[in-house]
């Protein structure tokens, strides 16, 4: 009996995401990190990027099925139709392709007008001065959430049908890079499938008379059963004093012939299940403050942690380098790192009343304002938003440090006490924010929980090892 499975995927983004392209950037161009376009200039979401996100799926809750729904594991040598192996004493075994064949990708707009692609500015920390470090200043272009992607697949094998059915059901996809800082988060809006049975005329009719999308049309409902990213720590918060993340690049406001550096916007979805354009900060926002901050707390109890401030920059051993990823280069030069055990995610601000703040510089010599030096900055004077940080949901099996958690909930505390602030002119009064779950309590107990587990590290770490002198 020969019949094909042939599914229709329509997928959603959660938040923004993108499949960089960086060789397509042109020297002086603004946008570092371009999305990848197809030949007519359109964006692309490579197949491969939603197969290997599959693959990750199914190795994760689909135990023992890797192979036979998506072929060997990559990185095996396949030297003709044979499996070589670089371990001595295993045996050579016969190539096997994926079963799913993915047959190509479609991005369309959430409003299905045009769409409107996000552009996000980005900078590293130099830890020493806690300033932005010199010539990091980079813009990534982004796709924005509610972007629908249309996927096709074919399954020709009968007996595996049920089972690649039973993986997609359950799939929760990501998307592209930046998993950690809160981009590539989707879902699997909704799904449709047929079996065309080719030793029936009706089958065989189907089949060649009909192609492209029609061939897909119709067909079955697939009931979606895909389970929530698993929240680590959630904190709502309330802008004191105003908050500023601005774009990286100013913008010229026609009413005043000025440039004005305007806040990070982005569609975010309501609670009416329509799409809103908020301001919010990002998920690396999040991260940087509250990595530095961490770092900083264990740093100062003597417990080892990275000193970013030396020329050697990240460990990759500490425990925060293991919770929250790190980037390196060998000493040969070569690339090297560490996935994030958890991810930021980004927070929309509701409720926001924004405002533009002129600001000028000071002639040191004459105690005045500088000729030709007004900016203007906009702000965001009050609204809410919430911290939300969730687990990988590839590397579930991997154990977060209880060392780092304990740092990132006391750094909540800092920065719910005031002692450092999100976004930009932290100095000049901006970033305050204010805890409004905050049960004094709980928080006194999380606290406490917090301390005992950092004193026990430091007993630990002053106990004197095996072989040395007391």
Not at 97 to 105: H, N
Not at 260 to 278: H, S
Not at 364 to 369: D, Y
Request: glycine content about 10%; overall charge negative.
């Amino acid at each position: 009996m020969t019949s094909v499975l042939l599914i229709a995927l329509e997928l959603e983004l959660e938040s923004h995401a993108a499949v960089k392209a960086p060789e397509r950037a042109a020297k002086g161009d603004q946008i570092a990190h371009p999305l990848a376009r197809d030949t007519q200039g359109r964006p692309y979401l490579p197949a491969s990027s939603l197969a290997g996100s599959l693959r990750a799926h199914i190795r994760r809750h689909h135990t023992g099925q890797l192979e036979t729904l998506m072929g060997e594991e990559p990185g095996t040598r396949i030297s003709g139709s044979r499996w070589e192996t670089s371990h001595p004493g295993e045996e050579q075994r016969p190539a096997r392709p994926s079963a799913i064949r993915f047959l190509g990708t479609r991005i369309e707009p959430a409003d299905g007008t045009g769409l409107e692609l996000a552009q996000r500015g980005r900078t590293a920390v130099d830890r020493h001065p806690a300033a932005p470090a010199n010539h990091k200043l980079r813009t990534d272009e982004l796709l924005p959430p509610g972007t629908r992607i249309s996927c096709r697949l074919r399954v020709d094998d009968l007996a595996l049908h049920t089972r690649v059915l039973g993986a997609l059901a359950d799939w929760r996809p990501t998307i592209g890079g930046g998993r950690s800082t809160g981009l590539g988060r989707a879902r699997v809006a909704t799904a449709r499938y047929r079996t065309l049975d080719l030793d029936t005329p009706e089958g065989r009719a189907r089949w060649l008379t009909r192609g492209g999308e029609d061939l897909f049309a119709g067909g079955t409902a697939l009931d979606l059963e895909a389970a929530q990213p698993e929240v680590v720590l959630q904190a709502s918060w309330d802008i004191v004093d105003g908050l500023s993340v601005t774009t990286g690049k100013p913008e010229l406001d026609e009413a005043t012939a000025r440039t004005v550096a305007r806040v990070l916007t982005g569609r975010f979805a309501t609670a009416d299940d329509t799409r809103t354009r908020l301001p919010y900060v990002p998920g690396s926002t999040w991260k940087g403050v509250l990595r530095s901050q961490a770092e900083y707390i264990l740093r100062s109890l003597g417990l080892p942690v990275c000193d970013s401030t030396g020329p050697d920059g990240t460990c990759g051993e500490c425990d925060v380098c293991i919770a929250l990823g790190y980037s390196a280069e060998d000493a040969d030069g070569n690339s090297v790192g560490r996935r994030a055990l958890l991810h930021f995610a980004d927070s929309p601000i509701t409720d926001a009343a924004l405002s533009v703040r002129r600001h000028v510089a000071l002639d040191r010599f004459t105690g005045g304002a500088a000729a030709g030096l007004l900016y203007s900055r906009q702000v965001v004077d009050a609204g809410h938003l919430t911290l939300t940080i969730t687990r990988d949901p590839d590397l579930t099996t991997l154990p977060v440090p209880p060392l780092a958690l304990a740092a990132l909930r006391l750094a909540c505390y800092d920065l719910h006490a005031g002692q450092l602030g999100v976004g930009g002119a932290t100095t000049r009064g901006l970033g305050t924010l204010r805890r409004t779950d905050l049960d004094e309590a709980v928080a006194e107990d999380e606290r406490r929980q917090a301390a005992e587990l950092l004193a026990a590290a430091l007993t630990d770490t002053a106990a004197p090892q095996e072989g040395s002198p007391a």
